[in-house]
């Protein structure tokens, strides 16, 4: 790992907060190998000489970047986890919220999602280790729909679950990453759109479809299997 030097005085914090925020407004509009550390200081209002206090090297920015994204998603999940209000509310509901907070942070974090997507699949060295916090993230989320089980309709609905929540992951991130860079065949859709799609689509595979939406589906299925 590259080292980087945990800050221990308040001030020192927030300069390094700074430079994790200007690192990450700057992914917005290049990509990381693109960024310049004089650029991200200046971003930051630092020298660059404490952009190296903090930082050996631009690969220590990234992995704080990455950290810190980590911790974020643990966090985010924590709050719809541990939410009391949740408890009594249906899977609709929850898929819902879950598919917006989803997409809506894709797009907030659009460069910093894109930068470690782009470093796992492109660098020589194996992953480093992200301290177990993605699989805590999965863990609460899945615990979020835990109180809905009953409502999937699959011979196994925790197996279902965890694919459902797989295409969520897989479809929202390339509909938000990267269709502006390379397109689709299919051109591209609002972040409206695509939640609302997102949700039919989830609910549709558990069997737990929106009131109308399963007569609609069987129509469609009647009239494909006629022609």
């Keep these: 790992m590259t080292p980087v030097t945990e800050p221990k005085q308040d001030r020192s914090r927030r300069t390094q907060a700074r430079i994790l925020d200007a690192a990450e407004a700057a992914l917005h509009d290049k990509d990381f190998d693109a960024i310049s550390i004089l650029e991200i200081a200046a971003g ?55 598919i917006t907070a989803v997409v809506t942070a894709c797009r907030r974090r659009r460069g910093l999602m894109r930068m470690r997507y782009l470093h796992l699949i492109t660098r020589a060295v194996p992953a480093r280790h992200d301290g177990g916090r993605e699989s805590e993230f999965v863990h609460r989320i899945e615990s979020f729909f835990e109180p809905c089980l009953p409502e ?3 011979p196994e609905p925790r197996r279902a679950l965890s694919f459902a929540l797989r295409l969520v992951d ?12 390379i397109g689709s065949s299919f051109g591209r859709m609002s972040d409206r759109v695509l939640i609302d799609e997102l949700v039919r689509a989830f609910l549709g595979y558990l069997g737990a479809f929106r009131p109308g939406q399963k007569d609609t589906a069987r129509e469609g299925a009647g009239q494909i299997g006629a022609r």
Excluded: N
């Design 170 to 181: 897989t479809m929202a991130a390339h509909a938000v990453l990267f269709d502006q860079e």
């Design 152 to 154: 999937i309709d699959h």
């Design 44 to 98: 930051a209002s630092c020298s660059v000489g404490a952009f190296y206090a903090r930082f050996s090297d631009k690969e220590a920015l990234r992995e704080s970047l990455i950290d810190r994204y980590l911790d974020d998603l643990v966090t985010a999940s924590a709050a719809f986890a541990d939410e009391p209000s949740w408890r009594k509310r249906p899977l609709e509901e929850r898929v819902e919220a879950f």
